[in-house]
């Protein structure tokens, strides 16, 4: 591209980091010649082949290759899969600000404290219609509406023209705290023209509305009218604020003290308290050691839990490990929430463990989503009317929904782009492309190691959970390779000792005839001894067992 058409096709471009194969791990960066800015930087959880991993954030290789570039983090809303590897990022990129609406900066705050960032990270609250600039962009923030309050779409400006992202939406006409989308900026921001639009395929295949917030309100209050002498427990997402502001509203009007129990939920509770953005009435809430003073049923309790998770409240009073709190016959529990994919079998354990301590469970029509449904995106592409459409936040097949539902509205298939992680979407008005890929991928965290588990180490875990190790330890004299003591055979994970004498017998004379073999050919390289152990035992597991442990050989030397 010479320089004139360059002059007359300013491109603007957008490199997905993160977000595009599954859910979770949003992060996107928008570029304009000298100037980078990033939106939403969130981790994903772990797949159940990634063993002892805690969570998982993107590949951060790009944005430190551009440092110089980056002009300012814009998050979305408070959600993990948008924040949750904001820590780390920080921790790399301290010198860059982060500009979030008022809830969503308070959520942050409560996290970077726990990495002990909170004194240094550079953090701007902004109210929704500021603009802020960022380099050669200016960045705009949109009410809209979602699971958690103060989610915001950007209007991202650069002399290229104007980006809309979306972020996680719904359109609620009714909601519970704060005001509708506001379709009109979106519509005025249409009108003035809009160059391309990323927009949240969650619910991208399902059809019609998402339902207002308010309607789960109504189904708390036909539960709470039908179950006045029970005690009722109702688990859902510690960030759906506007849900357990229902839960608190409907517990008041019956007359029934609330607690709020598990640490997420402790923590955003508090903190969307102190902000303002949940109203609890006066001696509504109680601790969790005064339950033993008030009858069952005036009292309600709100958990974490809602999927399942082995760690959290609800789980563990189902499993009989909470400290303070026992599920008695009578019982109510209410999910509000529905399984995340992946998540189905764990929740049907803890309901299976509550039933069987005689407890009632409801786990239907209360709960609504966060995300659009097709009538909606259609709503906002029309309002929006982009050139380009961008599906973002989903699977392929989510994205894929977004993509046909946008064609019904007249969008050319050729204006429709399906990215992948890592792609550099190139536009202007004239036209748009992928020209490159760049470093992208998940790094996995544990514990405090930041990228440390890679394949190799997964690789070895998934074998160490699937078969065991067998550990074969001999000691050979220094000089003349004389065998002194073993070889001996520890395992663990692999079968019971005491009742495979017999395998363990053989397996120990497979190694001493391997060992012998080595010794007698004069071999002296200890890792060619290691590998004959390897193999002969190996293949020897193999054909009686049809298993393939790790074998570990330990050759000691003795002078
Ligand atoms: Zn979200």
């Not at 996107?28 to 772990?46: K, L, N, R, W």
């Not at 399906?418 to 492309?433: C, I, P, Q, T």
Request: with cysteine; hydrophobic share 40%; proline share 4%.
């Amino acid at each position: 591209m010479n320089n004139r058409t360059e002059k007359r096709n300013p491109s603007v471009r957008i490199i997905p980091l993160g977000g595009m194969e599954q859910i979770g791990m949003n992060m996107t960066a928008f570029e304009y010649a000298d100037s980078m800015i990033i939106v939403d930087v969130g981790m994903s959880f772990p797949t159940d082949d990634m063993l002892g991993i805690d969570l998982v954030i993107p590949d951060f290789t790009y944005v430190e290759n551009n440092i110089d570039k980056l002009k300012g983090v814009f998050i979305t809303h408070g959600h993990e899969d948008h924040i949750g590897a904001l820590p780390y990022f920080l921790k790399n990129f301290g010198q860059t600000t982060v500009y979030a609406t008022r809830l969503t900066q308070g959520i942050i705050d409560g996290k970077l404290e726990e990495h002990g960032l909170s004194e240094t990270a550079k953090r701007q609250t902004v109210r929704f219609g500021d603009v802020i600039k960022a380099g050669d962009f200016s960045v705009e923030f949109i009410k809209t509406n979602h699971s958690i309050a103060d989610a915001a779409a950007l209007a991202i400006k650069s002399p290229a023209g104007t980006i809309i992202h979306t972020g996680d939406f719904k359109i609620d006409y009714t909601p519970v705290f704060g005001d509708m989308a506001d379709l009109q900026r979106f519509a005025q921001l249409g009108k003035e023209g809009v160059l391309a639009m990323l927009c949240d395929s969650t619910n991208a295949t399902r059809e019609g509305f998402t339902p207002s917030e308010r309607t789960v309100g109504e189904t708390f209050e036909t539960i709470f009218a039908e179950n006045k002498n029970r005690r009722i427990i109702v688990a859902t997402f510690a960030s759906n604020v506007d849900r357990v502001q229902q839960i608190i509203n409907t517990s008041c009007r019956y007359d029934r003290k609330v607690v709020v129990e598990g640490r997420s939920m402790v923590n955003i509770i508090g903190k969307a308290s102190e902000l303002g953005y949940i109203s609890i009435p006066e001696g509504t809430l109680i601790d969790v050691d005064q339950l033993k003073d008030y009858p069952p049923e005036k009292t309600t309790l709100i958990t974490t839990g809602s999927q399942g998770e082995s760690m959290a409240a609800l789980s563990r009073m189902a499993a009989s490990l909470h400290r303070k709190v026992t599920i008695m016959p009578g019982d109510l529990v209410v999910f509000s929430s529905n399984p995340i994919p992946g998540n189905e079998k764990s929740v049907s354990k803890v309901i299976n463990e509550l039933e069987q301590k005689g407890a009632s469970v409801i786990n239907y029509h209360t709960h609504v989503s966060g995300h659009a449904c097709q009538e909606e995106i259609k709503l906002l592409y029309s309002l929006v009317r982009p050139q380009f459409a961008i599906p973002v936040h989903g699977e392929f097949h989510h994205r894929q929904a977004q993509a046909k539902v946008v064609e019904s509205l007249g969008i050319p298939k050729e204006n429709i782009f399906m990215l992948n992680s890592g792609d550099v979407l190139e536009l202007s008005k004239e036209k748009a492309e992928v020209v490159s890929q760049v470093t992208h991928g998940g790094v996995l965290v544990d514990g405090l190691g930041v990228g440390d588990v890679g394949n190799i180490v997964l690789r070895d875990r998934q074998t160490l959970a699937q078969d065991g190790i067998l550990i074969v330890v001999l000691t050979l004299e220094k000089y003349t390779n004389q065998l002194l003591a073993g070889p001996d055979i520890v395992s663990r994970g692999f079968v019971y000792i005491r009742e495979s004498e017999n395998l363990m017998d053989e397996a120990q004379q497979v190694v001493s005839d391997a060992v012998f073999e080595c010794l007698d050919s004069r071999v002296t390289d200890w890792s060619r001894i290691k590998n004959v152990i390897r193999d002969d035992l190996g293949s020897f597991l193999w054909k009686k067992m049809k298993r393939s442990p790790m074998i570990l050989p330990i050759i000691m030397e003795v002078e």
